[in-house]
């Protein structure tokens, strides 16, 4: 595959030790601050990271990109971008063959791309409809390069050159209300079995130690769980806001214990993405990226589950709405609205500026027509419904009504929701499903995105 020379500094990785390393740890692999810039065709922006892993022996870590990218740090520094994904299609996840070195990036309709790695395949999971086809979230390497394992959002593990031990599937309320999601696997290499995350903070071990960690029935994490990785003799599991929690293990063979309420910093409007551990160091990706100045406006709702682009971008989803970036509310409240709720906010920077972003359906709203927003504002909470949230662009002079009702015939992905849902893969979120039918076109002038649209 093509690669091209790394330039820029944008992706933040957090590298953190909490003992002494042992004497065969790697030596630390990058600066707190290493990136890619984006190619010159991109525009303005470029994709968010969605998942880290460290190659065999530490001598070198790969981030994936929402949209395939992705960015080899330490001895073996370079860039692969994978083949183009489909519409609705993104990156999700990264593992490591400890064989070759190489890597295995997943995508959401079970896509995996072989780099320097076996081409195993995958599961092929649909990627129409409104969200009942499960999506491909984690990817976890077999104990010495025996293949590796998938993991879908309803807790389905597919094998593909070794063997599964179990799953989640029918156990999570997958597309029910109040919805859990599978969001990471980790695999033991002492037994081969494997350990599954949940976004509510459930490890739940398949041939695997018991580690005392969360149950299915126990409450909520305080962030929602977002990835998983294998530690010594268990997991450390990794929060959205950059929340650690360490099951059974001591990293490393002269590790302290991780402490209780270990977290690494990540900064204001960003979120934590990945997690690999090399030697006695964890290396944290956080995505402190965007495009121009804006954040995923969904990185806080638990168990995200993407679901049709119709005038905006339908989502299910349960937690706190964030602002893009700076702007105006120009609107909180229309009964034409499932729940009546419907937030409107004029961005005021970045190269959507002017642009009217709204926030409807099951959300209440936390803002106030008039208020100054940020990309830390949140403008409301998402409830757990079977639909929970629409967001997309608003018309500027029209109060209540989306942009793209002018091009919606009931059954079609508008322009401008497919625009609204490139724009929120780039800054990190899962873009919406895509309906059949002819989209309409963009006014002249109208804001790209790297992921599309």
């Not at 999700?92 to 400890?98: E, F, K, L, V």
């Not at 064989?99 to 990627?127: C, H, K, M, Q």
């Not at 299910?316 to 970036?325: F, H, I, K």
């Not at 724009?423 to 895509?434: I, K, Q």
Request: net charge positive; aromatic share 8%.
């Amino acid at each position: 595959m093509r690669t091209r020379r790394a330039v820029g500094s944008i992706l933040l990785v957090a590298l953190l030790t909490w003992g002494p390393p042992a004497a065969a740890s790697p030596a630390p692999l990058a600066t707190l601050r290493v990136g890619i810039a984006p190619p010159a065709a991109t525009g303005s922006g470029y994709p968010a990271v969605v998942g880290v892993a460290v190659a065999a022996g530490g001598a070198s870590y790969a981030d994936v990109r929402i949209d395939g990218r992705v960015d080899v740090f330490g001895r073996f520094a370079r860039v692969v971008a994978a083949p183009p994904a489909a519409p609705g299609v993104s990156a999700t996840g990264i593992a490591a063959d400890p064989r070759t070195g190489g890597y295995w990036v997943l995508f959401s309709n079970g896509r995996v791309e072989a780099i320097d790695a076996p081409a195993l395949g995958g599961p092929r999971i649909p990627t129409g409809g409104w969200g009942q086809y499960p999506a491909a979230v984690a990817i976890a390497a077999a104990p010495r390069g025996r293949g590796y394992l998938v993991l879908r959002a309803n807790g389905a593990v597919d094998a593909f050159g070794t063997r599964a031990h179990g799953s989640l599937a029918h156990r999570l309320a997958y597309g029910a209300t109040a919805p859990v999601t599978a969001v990471g696997i980790a695999v033991d290499a002492a037994t081969g079995g494997y350990w599954i995350a949940t976004s509510s903070g459930a490890v739940v071990a398949f041939d695997a130690p018991a580690l005392g960690a969360p149950s299915l029935a126990s409450p909520l994490s305080r962030a929602p769980t977002v990835a998983l990785a294998a530690a010594g003799s268990g997991v450390v599991a990794l929060e959205a806001d950059g929340h650690l929690s360490a099951y059974g293990t001591s990293v490393g063979p002269a590790a302290v214990a991780m402490p209780a309420g270990a977290a690494v910093a990540v900064p204001a409007g960003a979120a934590a993405a990945g997690i690999a551990v090399a030697g006695s160091r964890l290396i944290v990706a956080i995505d402190d990226g965007g495009d121009a100045g804006y954040r995923n406006p969904l990185r806080a709702v638990r168990a995200l589950v993407p679901q049709e682009i119709d005038q905006g971008v339908d989502y299910c989803g349960s937690g706190p709405v964030y602002a893009l970036g700076p702007g105006v509310v120009l609107n909180v409240t229309d009964p034409g609205w499932p729940s009546g709720t419907f937030i409107a906010y004029r961005l005021t920077a970045g190269p959507a500026v002017g642009r009217v972003v709204y926030v409807a359906e099951n959300v209440t709203p936390h803002v106030r027509i008039g208020q100054r927003v940020t990309m830390t504002t949140a403008v409301g909470v998402v409830h757990d419904f079977t639909t929970s949230l629409e967001t997309g662009w608003a018309s500027p002079t029209r109060l209540g009504w989306a942009l793209g009702a002018t091009q919606y015939t009931g059954k079609n992905s508008t322009a401008f929701g497919r625009n609204f849902s490139a724009l929120l893969e780039t800054v990190g979120a899962r873009p919406g499903l895509t309906l059949a039918g002819p989209p309409g076109r963009l006014p002249a002038g109208w804001p790209r995105w790297p992921a599309g649209g």
